[in-house]
């Protein structure tokens, strides 16, 4: 009876120590990594950037993303200029309908979204409505199946009013 | 000789409570012999089926969570999900003690043990990304009855035979369900080629021109 107890309890310990030391995977988006904003079209009322931001399975097991989008920032009562509106879709399987196809990401490997950021104007012209414009975080979540339980995080990408204008200078922007 | 020809028919997505053989009549039914045998893919079978699952709405329990461990990263029971959906289909006891004679299997040097005390289903299971949008969010079964299915395929279009299969793109053809006098092997052989296309090309229905009359040549010669 002492040998079954025992030889069962080694057998519990031997498992506990395989699953700690095979771990899981681990996502990171590499926010400060992400490319320069880029005007992708400018119209009378709409302004569309785009960012490229990479991210990693830095695990040790291979992961799912189940879903991922983005969220803009952007509360009436900070800028009411402009109204946004933010999609992203994988940079290696390009889509346009803000839907994106659960990935295997297999473990030390990475890939990379690209986020697209439309403003549009309230008002007039979009340039003049972003002139005054404030920095605007964009979080991206995603939800992640692995070994374990599936769970949702995000990370946050910061898009100053900087850069914006910046993107913006060489169609012109009206200060 | 009768050549026997394969013929993918493009369909719109499936979604559970389509009826797979209604599905046939409405895209493929004019062009449907008495010689011909048709085959439908097992996973959109099963999806017409309802016989998916989301992880959010599962809990796998601990012996679940454990036992994914020991699979192999690529398997589709490698997340605690995909391994609970084995045990929700073939019971929770018989995949446990599947997974333990594998591994003993394992340890002498023979492969496939799990899999085939398992049960049937624990082979058939898609995890998350397996379909193509919107299952790729979605643990996706093996079909129920597959002979059933085949059978009511053959007797609504009055061809030849009918078929449920699981194909891929790495030359791997398994017939799940046939209806009566259909030789599975013959039909795997007949479809080791993926003629169901990737999942993108949506052509979950195959209509294999000829099959009987170049059976029967073949029989004959």
Not at chain 1, 48 to 63: A, E, I, L, M, R
Not at chain 1, 91 to 101: C, K, M, P
Not at chain 2, 78 to 102: F, I, L, N, P, T
Not at chain 2, 175 to 187: C, D, K, R, T
Request: with cysteine; proline share 5%.
């Amino acid at each position: 009876m002492l040998f079954l107890f025992i030889a069962a309890l080694a057998v519990a310990v031997a498992l506990w120590l395989f699953v700690a030391r095979q771990g899981d995977a681990a996502f990171e988006f590499l926010v400060d990594q992400r490319t320069d904003l880029n005007l992708e079209e400018l119209t009378g009322d709409k302004a569309v950037f785009s960012t490229v931001v990479p991210f990693v399975n830095k695990g040790t097991q291979d992961g799912t993303i189940m879903d991922c989008f983005p969220r803009p920032l952007l509360p009436q009562e900070q800028y009411d200029a402009a109204a946004v509106s933010a999609r992203l879709e994988l940079e290696t399987r390009r889509r346009d309908d803000g839907y994106f196809e659960a990935l295997i990401v297999p473990k030390t490997t990475g890939n990379a979204v690209i986020v697209t950021v439309t403003f549009t104007a309230k008002r007039g012209d979009i340039r003049q409505a972003l002139a005054a414009m404030v920095d605007m975080p964009v979080e991206i979540y995603f939800q992640v199946v692995a070994r374990g339980k599936w769970y949702v995080s995000k990370q946050r990408v910061m898009m100053t009013a900087a850069e914006i204008a910046a993107a913006l200078a060489p169609a012109g922007v009206r200060q | 000789m009768a050549i026997v020809e394969l013929i993918p028919v493009k369909t719109r997505i499936l979604t559970p409570g389509d009826d797979i053989v209604a599905t046939i009549a409405a895209y493929a039914g004019d062009n449907i012999g008495p010689d011909d045998v048709v085959s439908v893919a097992e996973s959109v079978v099963a999806i017409t089926q309802g016989r998916i699952v989301r992880p959010e709405d599962m809990d796998p329990c601990f012996l679940a969570k454990l036992l994914c461990r020991l699979v192999p990263q690529k398997g589709s029971l490698s997340s605690a999900y995909g391994m609970q959906a084995a045990m929700d289909a073939e019971g929770k006891w018989r995949v446990a003690w599947a997974m333990v004679m594998g591994i003993l299997a394992k340890l002498v040097g023979r492969s496939g043990v799990f899999y085939e005390m398992a049960g049937e289903q624990a082979a058939l299971i898609d995890d998350v990304t397996g379909t193509m949008p919107p299952f790729d969010k979605h643990i996706v079964y093996g079909p129920a009855d597959p002979n059933g299915v085949a059978e009511a395929i053959k007797t609504r279009f009055g061809c030849h035979g009918g078929a449920v299969a699981d194909v891929n793109d790495l030359k791997r053809a398994a017939i799940l369900g046939v209806s009566a006098g259909l030789n599975p092997a013959n039909l795997a052989q007949i479809l080791i080629d993926n003629p169901f296309g990737n999942a993108s090309q949506r052509t979950p229905i195959v209509i294999i021109k000829n099959y009987a009359q170049a059976a029967q040549e073949l029989a004959t010669a």
